[in-house]
């Protein structure tokens, strides 16, 4: 059996939005969303004494402890986490083993994703979009910005491309078969009125016929971008018995990572979500096939054929055949990101991967309404960052 | 750190560690630091990435090497780079070892493969010059 010491037990989550038409500060986004997710636990403010936060806009140094001043907690395990794509897994791992070493008892994790409100006099002009592809690579001594950046391995697409292009040579896969991958998830989305892409299905033409945007992938293989927001809170297993839901064990998690550029990847079909997933299976002590429902991180097609292979669901090399094989919706026999994932949801910054987990949560917890898959009692959930290279594999089990 | 050149481009800003290598680029030779146990690495860094010696010597590479994987940026991802599209981007392992990334020249992106020949060509930008890399045979 695996950890039983701290349970996911609240979330809230913002639909993902193309426009957002309520800036808001970072703190004042937290505020709200600390209310709500405790509200959805029916927890109260003064029980949290942890916080884990990606930054705060309006204090990029000391960011917990002027969160802490803001929202009034007296907080005892205080965390920044920066692992890309990957953090919201990262941050509930963490505060699962903070809570299970004993220095905190509730952690509220935030993963807010909005804009500000507009500043007086200030110019954010063509540089500051120029500089938002190069992902901090522009700053002085960074190899990033001397050897990738001037070959324009910016953005994370043209990696993701890469990792595609060399897996379709090594492998074999169709366009058709990654493409199902994205028709699957747009499928999932149609029972998630959240979803950005609700009321929009696709077809495999649809994707096929999507213009390249970077060889191999297509339009339709790739994200929306989305502003959002979204939060969960963690508690003692002692706590979480006698709360409004349903208690979800964070009973196994992995964490790894080897790279920043895609260039110095060891193997860029083989990933380090290998390592991460066996350690997380390991310490939950379930097998893959006791999964009755996983949240992979899908920024791209490409990345959820190489998740299922590396995290051990099929042998490596049997990813598009796993995909051509089984049915990824939710009322399909392999139920795959049953919220549509981010490629039908949107990806509202780190709120898309938080979103893969809020998806498993509300799944073991029973309340995921049209999409409820039955019986689920034990979620995989992961986090894949930056360019193939943080990862964190989440088990997640219901009490 | 980047810089721009007078047409746009990102343009890499050498370090006191990385000067020599882009000093040779501009003679048209490539040349990388080399551990006596690990063989060469990139990219120039004060201690191998393997043992963290620091008893490496820059050495002279062929240049040649094979396409690793590619992709062709056909969106513009850098809005610097958004008139060159569409442009590749291939990641090359050199015969030597190690592998780096540098766009492809001379050959229509339509041409190009994963295991492809190719050897290092050299671009002048202003006063940098920036390895790609062309089709051999």
Same mark, same amino acid.
């Given at each position: ?27 004042? $986004? ?8 405790? $509200? %959805? ?21 000391? =960011?917990?402890?002027?969160?802490? #001043? ?25 505060? $699962?083993? =903070?809570? #299970? ?32 592809? +190069? ?59 959240? $979803?950005?892409? +609700? ?5 495999? %033409?649809?994707? @096929?016929? &999507? !213009? ?14 989305? +502003?959002? /927001? &979204? ?14 839901? !349903? ?35 390991? @310490? ?5 096939? =006791?999964?009755? @429902?996983? &949240?992979? +991180? ?15 669901? *099929? ?43 809020? #998806? ?9 309404? #049209?999409?409820?898959?039955? %019986? ?24 | ?27 048209? !030779? ?14 120039? !860094? /004060?201690? *191998? ?23 062709? %940026? ?35 992106? /339509? ?5 492809? =020949? ?20």
């Amino acid at each position: 059996m695996g950890k039983r010491a701290a349970a996911i037990v609240g979330l809230t989550e913002w639909a993902p939005k193309r426009v957002w038409d309520e800036p808001m500060f970072t703190m004042e $986004a937290c505020a709200r969303l600390a209310a709500e997710v405790l $509200a %959805d636990a029916e927890v109260e403010k003064g029980e949290v004494d942890g916080l884990v936060i990606n930054g705060l806009r309006e204090s990029p140094m000391f =960011a917990p402890s002027a969160l802490a #001043e803001f929202l009034g907690i007296r907080s005892n395990f205080n965390e920044v986490v920066d692992l890309g794509g990957a953090t919201p897994a990262g941050m509930v791992w963490r505060a $699962a083993a =903070a809570i #299970e070493v004993g220095i905190c008892e509730t952690v509220l994790v935030f993963t807010p994703s909005v804009p500000a409100p507009p500043q007086p006099g200030a110019n954010g002009g063509p540089m500051k979009m120029k500089m938002g592809a +190069y992902m901090g690579g522009e700053v002085w001594g960074s190899p990033q910005g001397q050897f990738e950046i001037p070959a324009g391995l910016v953005a994370a697409t043209p990696s993701f491309a890469m990792a595609a292009q060399r897996y379709m040579a090594a492998y074999g896969v169709s366009e058709e078969t990654l493409a199902k991958v994205a028709v699957d998830s747009r499928y999932n989305a149609q029972a998630n009125p959240l $979803a950005v892409f +609700y009321g929009k299905p696709i077809t495999i %033409d649809d994707v @096929m016929s &999507s !213009r390249y945007v970077a060889d191999p992938l297509k339009l339709l293989e790739i994200v929306m971008p989305c +502003y959002g /927001g &979204s939060a969960v809170l963690v508690t003692t297993a002692e706590r979480a018995a006698r709360g409004l839901h !349903r208690p979800v064990y964070v009973s196994g998690y992995g964490e790894h990572l080897t790279h920043k550029s895609i260039t110095y990847a060891p193997d860029i079909v083989d990933t380090p979500i290998r390592l991460a997933a066996d350690r997380a299976f390991e @310490m939950a002590g379930v097998t893959r096939d =006791a999964v009755d @429902m996983a &949240s992979m +991180y899908d920024c791209y097609t490409i990345t959820v054929l190489l998740t299922i292979e590396d995290a051990g669901f *099929c042998p490596k090399g049997q990813g598009g055949r796993f995909i051509d094989e089984h049915s990824l919706r939710y009322d399909g026999d392999w139920p795959l990101n049953t919220h549509g994932g981010q490629l039908g949801m949107g990806q509202a910054g780190l709120g898309g991967g938080m979103s893969h987990i809020t #998806e498993a949560v509300r799944q073991v917890q029973g309340r995921a309404g #049209e999409r409820q898959v039955p %019986d689920c009692n034990i979620a995989y959930a992961n986090g894949t960052g930056g360019m193939l290279a943080e990862q964190v594999a989440l088990i997640l089990e219901g009490a | 750190m980047v810089h721009f050149s007078s047409d746009g481009r990102p343009l890499p800003t050498p370090t006191p560690i990385t000067a020599p290598y882009f000093e040779g680029l501009l003679e048209r !030779r490539l040349v990388l630091q080399r551990c006596p146990r690990h063989g060469y690495f990139f990219y120039p !860094r /004060g201690r *191998c990435p393997v043992c963290l010696g620091d008893d490496w010597e820059w050495g002279e590479l062929s240049g040649r090497g094979t396409v690793y994987s590619f992709t062709v %940026d056909r969106a513009g991802h850098d809005p610097a780079l958004a008139s060159r599209i569409p442009f590749a981007i291939a990641l090359v392992d050199l015969d030597e070892g190690p592998r780096l990334v540098g766009n492809m020249v001379d050959c229509d992106v /339509g041409d190009i493969t994963v295991g492809m =020949a190719v050897e290092a060509a050299y671009e002048d930008v202003d006063d940098t010059t920036l390895l790609g890399f062309r089709p051999v045979g």
